[in-house]
Every structure is written in structure tokens, then in C-alpha cells.
């Protein structure tokens, strides 16, 4: 068997799997990413979307936390939460999760990289931890930024990490 004939099957098991992925993403309505355009919809779980368009956005304002629990571990407090980013534009490379004190003097305390299933959605979803041991602290409120690599901020959110 030639190398090519070899490694023909694995690239069609290849294509498959990324198309099985970026079906699975959610479709969400223009009206939904609308109402949270510019937003970061922090939750304890992902949000099924609903049968409407007026029930999805409700599902999303009531599943808002505006406080998010950590897990003590032997490394210090873990906080792990699901997220729906409502870009306020498409077409982004290099995506970073800035969070930034809360506090007057506005500094970076941490940052998470997020991965882009499709650089043209508008929405993205996922779930994250972070720790003290990356520089956050117990107690304080941090703005949380989501940045493209040009360090413009498309989506944005706010919480106290208890």
C-alpha cells in the first residue's frame, strides 16, 4: 500500500470528527446574540437554549452569576464556570480571558486562553478554571475580558470570586 493510500482513511476520520464538531455547536437567533452583544454570560453549567427566542434570553439572565464559588484544593481556592461570550464581532484571532482587579488600580491578576471553534460565530462557549495559584484572590470583584490578539476587548463580564 502506497504512503498515501495509508494515511487516506485517517484524514476522512479527520474531516468527519471537525465537521461532527462545528455541528454541535448551538445555532443561537441574531435577537439573542443581540440582547447580550458585547457580554460574557457567566453560569454554574451550560444553558439549553429554549423555545423561544424570549425564553433563551430568559434561561440566560436567570442562569447570570454575579459571584462565583471556588473549590479549596491543596493548591489554594479553583473557581470553575461555564461561559457564553456574546462578541461584539466576528473574525477574532488569539482570544484571551483577561481578569483585571476590580480594584482603583485596574491590574491584570490572571489570564485563560480560549479556544475558537469558528473565528466568523458570534458566540462562544466553554468552560474554565482558575486558581490563586495563577493570581487570583479569594474575595475580590474582577472584570473579566475577553481580548482579541489587536488588545481590543469584545466581551465583557463582572463577578466577586468567593
Do not use: C
Request: proline share 4%.
Amino acid at each position: 500500500m502506497s504512503r498515501r493510500g495509508r494515511f487516506a482513511p485517517l484524514l476522512s476520520v479527520a474531516v468527519v470528527f471537525v465537521a461532527a464538531v462545528a455541528v454541535a455547536e448551538p445555532q443561537v437567533s441574531e435577537a439573542v446574540v443581540a440582547a447580550f452583544r458585547g457580554k460574557i454570560v457567566l453560569s454554574r453549567d451550560a444553558v439549553a437554549p429554549g423555545a423561544s427566542d424570549k425564553e433563551t434570553i430568559a434561561k440566560l439572565k436567570a442562569a447570570q452569576l454575579t459571584a462565583i464559588v471556588g473549590l479549596p484544593t491543596d493548591d489554594g481556592q479553583v473557581w470553575r464556570f461555564h461561559y457564553a461570550a456574546f462578541l461584539k464581532k466576528t473574525g477574532n484571532l488569539g482570544l484571551k480571558l483577561r481578569y483585571v482587579s476590580g480594584e482603583q488600580d485596574r491590574r491584570q491578576d490572571a489570564e485563560s486562553p480560549i479556544p475558537i471553534v469558528d473565528v466568523e460565530s458570534p458566540v462562544l462557549t466553554g468552560e474554565l478554571s482558575v486558581s490563586e495559584r495563577q493570581g487570583l484572590v479569594r474575595g475580590k470583584v474582577y472584570f473579566l475580558q475577553l481580548v482579541n490578539d489587536r488588545g481590543e476587548v469584545v466581551a465583557k463580564a463582572s463577578a466577586v470570586f468567593k
